[in-house]
Each structure stands twice: as C-alpha cells, then as structure tokens.
C-alpha cells in the first residue's frame, strides 16, 4: 500500500518572495516533464491563485508551448463571466503568455444547462489528454496548482459535501456549493492525489486559522488535509508568514 506525501511547507516574508520561489518551482517542474514526456500538464485553481502566477511572465525557461492546462475546479458561468476562473487565469496569466489556446483546457459552455453532461465531458477533456498516453486509472498531472478557502474548502470539495467521498470520477460537479456560484465542476480527490506534484498556495490573515486547522490537525479530515498525493507524489505549500504564523508543522528553507 502507498504511503501518503506528508507536506513540505515554505514560508515566505511577502507574496513578491513567494510568487517568485513558486515561478522557479514551476519552471523546474515543467523542465522535468518536458524532458521526459514532451509536455507539461498542469491543473489550476481561481481564487487568489492565478495573481501568485504572475512571476512566470518574465522568466525565462519558459515553454509556454508545452503547457496543457486545465482546471482543478471551474464555475460553471459563461467563459467570460467575471466568475469563471478561466477568465480569471485569462485575464491574469494567459493574455500576456503564448500558451496555444488549444492547450487550453475549458469546461464547453453550451452544456451549462445539465451539469452532469458538462462534468462528463470535461472527464472526456482530460481521458483525450492522459489516458492514451499514460494508460492509468486515473490521470497524472505534471502539476496541480491549489487555493484553499476560509473553511478548508480545496477546487470545489467544500467541508461535509458528499464529493469528499467520490473515489471513481475524474470530474464531478455540484449544484449547492456553500460559496458562489453554487453550481461547479471540481476534480475529485483521485486525481489530485494522483497528481506527481500539488502545491497549495495560501496567503494573508484570512488563513490564518485554517492553515493551522489542515496542517497541525489533519485529522479534523478538512477537505485540504485530505490532499495527500500518492506514491511519488509531493505534497508543497507555499504560504506566507502573515498566514502561516499559527502553523507548528516545521517550515522547509526554499531551495530547489
Ligand atoms: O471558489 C474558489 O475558492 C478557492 C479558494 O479561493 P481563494 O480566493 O481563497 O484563494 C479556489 O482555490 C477555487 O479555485 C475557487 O473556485
């Protein structure tokens, strides 16, 4: 039986140190996948998350050619809704990079009326890109890029929702999200903890205390304490100290 990642946290004095240090994560990241399989899969949140990107935009190393992106959770609004995260990712990151608009990855807006369709074939989405090439049960991302909100809640598996236990899909949705808009799609827990790397981003102190809540009581079974991926997997956080000034699990020096 695998064992789970137990989490490695970095804690950084402002967001400008952070965004940086996860820029070079992310670059070293993507400089292993490409070499070993040609491309770099990556999943995103929304949130405050696209905004800790934005250090990638003057980097060099770069192979914004090699990205596939998709989403860890999506809105389920118009693609240009100031709800959906993929604008938001849009607006922030996607309009100032030279990622093929065919690597992006979006939930197909005319299915917004039957949310099971829609989930469906976004999982469709994600069996095109990984299942010929990887042949796994679940799909494995070079990367899952994670928010956390207030309550613990991680992509769209918000504290006590049914979907915590959804072990089978790669996608599933919900209609009765506690924080709008209610109606999302999420990636379920399997596959994030397929993932070969998650890092979680949280900072400010908003997170105060559920940072400490997932991180020195995971027992409490929040929905981010459940993000412990598999085998190989790393499990990163990347906060800073404002948010992480409660936290007793021991902080790692940065280093790659
Ligand atoms: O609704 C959402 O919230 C979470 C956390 O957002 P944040 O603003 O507190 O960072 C986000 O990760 C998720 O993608 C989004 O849909």
Redesign the pocket.
């Known amino acids: 039986m695998a064992v789970p990642t137990r989490p490695v946290v970095y804690s950084f004095s402002d967001t400008s140190n952070l965004s940086d240090s996860l820029a070079e994560y992310i670059i070293k990241a993507q400089r292993e996948s490409v070499d070993k399989r040609g491309r770099f899969t990556v999943a995103?949140?929304?949130?405050?998350?696209p905004k800790t990107l934005t250090a990638l935009i003057s980097k060099s190393g770069v192979k914004w050619d090699k990205w596939h992106v998709f989403?860890?959770?999506?809105?389920v609004v118009p693609l240009d809704h100031e709800d959906s995260?993929h604008k938001l990712a849009q607006d922030t990151l996607y309009s100032k990079v030279p990622i093929p608009r065919e690597n992006i990855h979006t939930i197909d807006e005319s299915l917004q009326d039957d949310l099971e369709e829609l989930a469906d074939a976004y999982e469709k989405e994600l069996v095109r890109e990984f299942a010929q090439k990887d042949s796994a049960r679940f799909p494995v991302f070079d990367l899952i890029l994670?928010?956390?909100?207030?309550d613990g809640?991680?992509?769209?598996l918000f504290p006590g929702h049914e979907l915590l236990s959804e072990n089978d899909r790669w996608v599933a949705y919900i209609e009765d999200?506690p924080?709008p808009p209610p109606r999302?799609v999420?990636l379920t827990f399997p596959v994030i903890n397929h993932a070969a790397r998650v890092a979680f981003?949280?900072t400010g102190v908003?997170?105060v205390q559920i940072l400490h809540d997932i991180l020195d009581t995971p027992e409490l079974g929040l929905p981010a304490a459940r993000v412990r991926p598999v085998a190989s997997g790393q499990l990163v956080w990347f906060v800073d100290d404002a948010a992480s000034v409660e936290v007793k699990l021991a902080k790692s020096e940065f280093k790659l």
């Not at 994670?146 to 207030?150: D, F, K, R």
């Not at 809640?153 to 769209?156: E, L, R």
Request: no cysteine.
């Open positions: 995103i949140s929304g949130g405050s998350l989403y860890a959770d999506e809105r995260n994670l928010g956390v909100g207030p809640h991680t992509a769209s999200s924080k999302r999420t981003v949280a908003g997170k």
